[in-house]
């Protein structure tokens, strides 16, 4: 019945057979070790190269191997700090180290043929690699040790790494957490995602105003990445469709005068902690066809050869960097597609290469975990590659596409929805609307079936939204076509089921799930906070490095006085490294011995950064009337990033910028307030900010942040959570108490009941406090120089429409300052606060939260590797 996907259709060469997915590997025991081997398994013309043995892991090899690299392939002589060099020697010596590892996990997935994940998702947001890597093989002191000899300090050497910004904020950055702890579980996912030439934006900060500029990361190369070109893939996109009847009396259809592109994948390596296993992380980049180039080329046109290849090349230039706005861009769509599509491929490509062209067991050895709506297109392209590329009947391939695909929703605001119009699609894709087409008829002959002439039912839940530009809704695809729908913490799931998809959950309730978010522990503890990490092992051993439940044993040492001490020498620590760091940045003095009161998170209009201004200006006004004398000492800190078309998120930053200078610059605030905005806010600087924060804000209105997850990071390293009842704040608060968390602001049922009769103009009347906040920032006292500048932002506030009513929240947001404020004079008591903190944060670990996929919808036994 089916055939191979590929050869003709996809005009590839012929699959890779079994042993060249597999770099075989001999390991360290065995006894052969002649050089070149002929495999009995393999076929004619087959070669197994035997590896010699694994590279030491000392610090004298690992200074052998920097030494080979550095000289003889980068060909350098003289070791110069800020050059890039010394780093990317650094991580050649690593990635031999794990080479060994990553071929003897390749060989354990073929050899167990284990069920196997694909996460698929349209960021990554990594960060930096190396000293992850080197935690996690367990060379860190060796490493340091070897280049301590070379007389280089490894801080400076981690310090050369750009960051892999390949994501807009806490979607990305939690498939990274989720990444490294699949791989510590020894859990057989690959990631796939998109190679971004320019990843988010650099932030400048101009006179106030945010100015972007591109990110050019991989121009000095990316060490970590092996291109993988044998696995090239072809995206067709555009063309016309046309069937025929073959042979059998079946239709079949035809996808043809495409344009293609191909899709090349670089594997990045993803260890594990200390458990040998490594795992991928695939990344798609976009080539053009030769074939293409080459018609052009011959008929005269190099011109058009060029822009050919530049149009294709353009696929994967840029990460769009506007997070929860959706705006139909083609070239996303197109994005979308190119990174469904191939990896799609890919995973059927593994499939034939061990079981050739029998797919009864597919969809029992594979999932695919969809990272929002954005790889949804998915659900359809699954469905063309079962029916026209493998012959597969419709019903055939309905039961493995809704076997295999499930979906995390990450965001309940609707203009993060994504609704591509039908045109678009029928231009670009035009056989994956017919697909859409079909998939939507026979969802709405089963709503018809199960509720006879509900009419209006079928036109809200219907694939295709009607009007005068119809569009796919892709959410409603992705459901209908996966087993698995998932929201990312308690309260956003709950919110999930009774109001977006109420109609879903109503057909399908078993589909419906909650996945509380985590981070991983060793990234956002062990690594970027040493001085912590080494007090909690000293306490109770180091086994919440794999096992965060463990951390709560810290509740024993909670109120030990010599234990206080010790974590509070370790916070100002991090603080004092903090506030150097904020000096060299901004140029302001940021005393440690202030409470460092911090936000940071992209800018939008419902995490309510505005919120945080006003109470800085409340604080601003209170000193400035003698007002003062009960208040700490306190920094604001503000990070973050603001999508380049969000008007009124960029002005909110040049706002918080003005106040900040006219604070900072006030001689009666020294010592008393700060207020900071971080600059370019990134992976990294949450790596030197989370081990220093006291407060951490989490501000938002009730019901709009799906979970948070810089929450937890701040937990986890001691800070105490001000804020309201939304996302995983809700879990984060029972879970620490509520003497340990600053509760405030209206609950979602509470903010729902307001909505239509909201008064901000009354409360801020009524409220003599936040009466002389905004007239203060309405009287021009931050904008001197740019009247009117913070009209929009401060007409926001007194709109009775104003989805985010952040004056509601004012009074019980100062309240819960004052409480935070109290607290943190009693040092002993805020000292509890934060190790009860840290102590109550073993459940938000992704280690966590992937036994919760593993266990409730992936299914997948553990890799095990050969002894
Ligand atoms: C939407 C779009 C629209 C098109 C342009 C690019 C783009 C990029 C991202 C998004 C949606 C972002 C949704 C998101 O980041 N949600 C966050 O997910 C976190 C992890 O689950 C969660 O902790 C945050 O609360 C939630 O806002």
Known sequence: MATRLGDESLGNKPLENRSSENTSLENRSSENRSLGNRSDKAGIGEIELLQSPDRPMTADAILEDFTHYFGRLLGRRTIRTRSPYPYQAVVFAVRDRLMERWGKTRMALERNNNRRVAYLSLEFLMGRLLRNALLNLGVEAETREALSRLGLEIEEVYERELDAGLGNGGLGRLAACFLDSCATLSLPVIGYGIRYQYGMFHQRIDNGYQVEEPDPWLREGFPWEVKRFEFAKRIKFGGRTTSYVDSRGETRYLWVDTHDVMAIPYDVPIPGYRNDV?????????????????????AGDYGDAVAAKNEAENITMVLYPNAE????????????YFLASASLQDTIRFWQSLHGDDFAGFADKNVFQLNDTHPAIAVAELMRLLIDELHMGWDEAWDITGRTMAYTNHTLLPEALEKWPVAMFRRLLPRLLEIIYEINARFIAEISHRWPGDSERIRRMSLIQEGDEPMIRMAYLAIVGSFSVNG????HSRLLREGLFRDFAELWPHKFNNKTNGVTQRRWLAACNPGLSDLITEAIGDDWVVD?????????????REFQRLWRHVKLANKVRLSRRLTELTGIEVPPAMMFDVQVKRLHEYKRQ???????VHLYDRIRRGDGDELVPRAIIIGGKAAPGYAMAKRTIKCINNVARVINSDPIMADRLRMIFYPDYNVSAMELICPAADLSEQISTAGKEASGTGNMKFMMNGAITIGTLDGANVEIREAVGEDNFFLFGLNVEEV????????????IDADSDFSRVVKLLESGHFNRFEPGVFDDVLRSIREPSDPWMTAADFRSYVDAQARANAAFRDVDDWTRKSILNTAASGRFSTDRTMRDYNDEIWHADPIVLEV
């Open 278 to 298: 490594c795992n991928t992380l695939r990344l798609w980049s976009a080539a053009a066809t030769d074939a293409f180039n080459l018609e052009e080329f011959n």
């Open 325 to 336: 706005t959706y705006n139909g861009q083609e070239l996303r769509l197109k994005q979308q």
């Open 488 to 491: 990312v913490a308690g309260l």
């Open 548 to 560: 965060l439940s463990q951390i709560g044993r810290l509740r024993d040492h909670a109120d030990d």
């Open 610 to 616: 505005l919120l945080n201004v006003l109470h800085a």
């Open 752 to 763: 729902q009941a307001m909505r239509g009769h909201y008064r901000p103009d009354d409360i």
